[in-house]
């Protein structure tokens, strides 16, 4: 992965933040998480006849068998449906699965919120701390969708444990093609995670390579300059203050004034004036 560039970063994880946002999508509106078939086997002639049959969603169940063929109703959250099921370990089951239902829509909720927050970031790539965040946002939204898909397929098993057997009966259940989505979007997300923040990384190396070093805009001259402080201070006045002369100096001064002024007239020369 070192090898690739910011470009195909930046393609791959749309594409895969895209793909797995449509998945979950799909996989939390549809009703094909769970499929179930009922019947009772016949001692003539060793035939199965189904006594009920139906798929499951989050929000809805629909019989495509039994007294309650071609019936969709609500899964309700708060009261119980006017439905009739063959068995009390199916109900259960119906019911079981609803515990589940919260870490989907959160997942959904995080890919979202993601999805936006990494195609700002492309747009804006000089925000690079906007790839790390769209990472983050990816990862919590696959680890909250498998918790919500392992929590989906305990319930299931625990109630099919605890099914009596019977050998005149029969009972069949399988994942349908909304978990089996469920699913891929978790592998999606994960991987639309991992590389954001690859991106991210990325970014901010390109950009401490081709930032200019501090001793460029801050040059340190000697200290007895005047104008060592300039760059270092930039808020200080300009022109920098005077320093206090030195005694030699003055001095120096003083003795270079005295060679420079002219002689006065000789004494004779005022004496025969008088």
């Given at each position: 992965m070192?090898?690739?560039?910011?470009?195909?970063l930046t393609i791959l994880s749309t594409v895969f933040g895209a793909c797995?946002?449509?998945?979950?999508?799909?996989?939390v509106s549809t009703d094909y998480w769970l499929i179930m078939v009922e019947g009772i086997i016949l001692q003539q002639n060793q035939s199965m006849e189904v006594k009920m049959a139906l798929h499951s969603g989050l929000w809805r169940v629909c019989f495509v068998a039994g007294s309650e063929n071609g019936r969709c109703v609500a899964s309700e959250y708060f009261t119980e449906p006017?439905?009739?099921?063959?068995?009390?370990?199916?109900?259960?089951?119906?019911?079981?699965?609803?515990?589940?239902?919260?870490?989907?829509?959160?997942?959904?909720?995080?890919?979202?919120t993601a999805f936006v927050i990494s195609n700002i970031g492309h747009i804006r790539p000089q925000r690079t701390i906007l790839a790390f965040v769209s990472g983050i946002f990816f990862i919590l939204s696959g680890?909250?969708?498998v918790v919500g898909l392992v929590l989906y397929i305990s319930s299931i098993n625990d109630e099919v444990m605890n099914r009596p057997r019977e050998p005149e009966q029969f009972?069949?259940?399988?994942?349908?093609?909304s978990f089996?989505?469920?699913?891929?979007?978790?592998?999606?997300?994960?991987?639309?995670?991992?590389?954001?923040?690859y991106l991210f990384m990325k970014r901010y190396a390109e950009e401490e390579m081709y930032r200019p070093h501090p001793a460029?805009?801050?040059?340190?001259?000697s200290e007895g300059s005047?104008?060592?402080?300039?760059?270092?201070?930039?808020?200080?006045?300009?022109p920098p203050p005077k320093r206090g002369r030195r005694t030699s100096e003055a001095s120096s001064d003083i003795s270079i004034q005295l060679n420079q002024t002219p002689p006065g007239p000789p004494k004779y020369l005022d004496q025969s004036k008088r």
């Amino acid at each position: 992965m070192s090898s690739c560039s910011s470009r195909a970063l930046t393609i791959l994880s749309t594409v895969f933040g895209a793909c797995g946002l449509l998945l979950v999508g799909v996989a939390v509106s549809t009703d094909y998480w769970l499929i179930m078939v009922e019947g009772i086997i016949l001692q003539q002639n060793q035939s199965m006849e189904v006594k009920m049959a139906l798929h499951s969603g989050l929000w809805r169940v629909c019989f495509v068998a039994g007294s309650e063929n071609g019936r969709c109703v609500a899964s309700e959250y708060f009261t119980e449906p006017e439905i009739e099921i063959t068995t009390e370990n199916t109900a259960n089951i119906l019911k079981m699965v609803r515990t589940a239902t919260p870490f989907p829509m959160v997942s959904l909720l995080f890919v979202f919120t993601a999805f936006v927050i990494s195609n700002i970031g492309h747009i804006r790539p000089q925000r690079t701390i906007l790839a790390f965040v769209s990472g983050i946002f990816f990862i919590l939204s696959g680890l909250s969708l498998v918790v919500g898909l392992v929590l989906y397929i305990s319930s299931i098993n625990d109630e099919v444990m605890n099914r009596p057997r019977e050998p005149e009966q029969f009972f069949n259940y399988h994942y349908g093609w909304s978990f089996a989505f469920a699913a891929s979007s978790f592998l999606l997300k994960e991987g639309a995670g991992v590389l954001s923040v690859y991106l991210f990384m990325k970014r901010y190396a390109e950009e401490e390579m081709y930032r200019p070093h501090p001793a460029i805009y801050r040059p340190r001259l000697s200290e007895g300059s005047d104008y060592s402080g300039q760059y270092l201070h930039p808020e200080s006045s300009w022109p920098p203050p005077k320093r206090g002369r030195r005694t030699s100096e003055a001095s120096s001064d003083i003795s270079i004034q005295l060679n420079q002024t002219p002689p006065g007239p000789p004494k004779y020369l005022d004496q025969s004036k008088r």
